[in-house]
């Protein structure tokens, strides 16, 4: 079992940043991706960024130039530096742990952009 806690989300003015951080505990040696979603109100749940054990990242378009997620597998943490926030940015942001066999998510933490 592997469990999630994020913190760092909060309300922003449009241009300022935050960091959001994700501890992972359990069986954090099965974990080989890991990843931040969000999800806005009325829509689905959205990609924003994974990174591999190897540190191999990716970004969804959206976010490429503004955000940069990073690992530290010593300490099983999972960070999203998030600059240049917009209004559109407002969502409650999740942690994902993904193994060989399966997905694992965070509760949420909030972020609030306001214009």
């Known amino acids: 079992q592997v469990q999630l806690v994020e913190s760092g989300g909060g309300l922003v003015q449009a241009g300022e940043s935050l960091r959001l951080s994700c501890v992972v505990s359990g069986s954090t040696f099965s974990i080989n991706r890991m990843g931040w979603y969000r999800q806005a109100p009325g829509k689905e749940r959205e990609l924003v960024a994974t990174i591999t054990r190897g540190a191999d990242s990716n970004y969804a378009d959206f976010v490429k130039g503004r955000f940069t997620i990073s690992r530290d597998n010593g300490k099983d943490t999972v960070n999203l530096q998030m600059n240049s926030l917009k209004p559109e940015d407002t969502a409650v942001y999740y942690c994902?742990?993904?193994?060989?066999?399966?997905?694992?998510w965070g509760q949420g933490t909030q972020v609030t952009v306001s214009s």
């Open positions: 994902k742990a993904s193994t060989f066999a399966r997905a694992y």
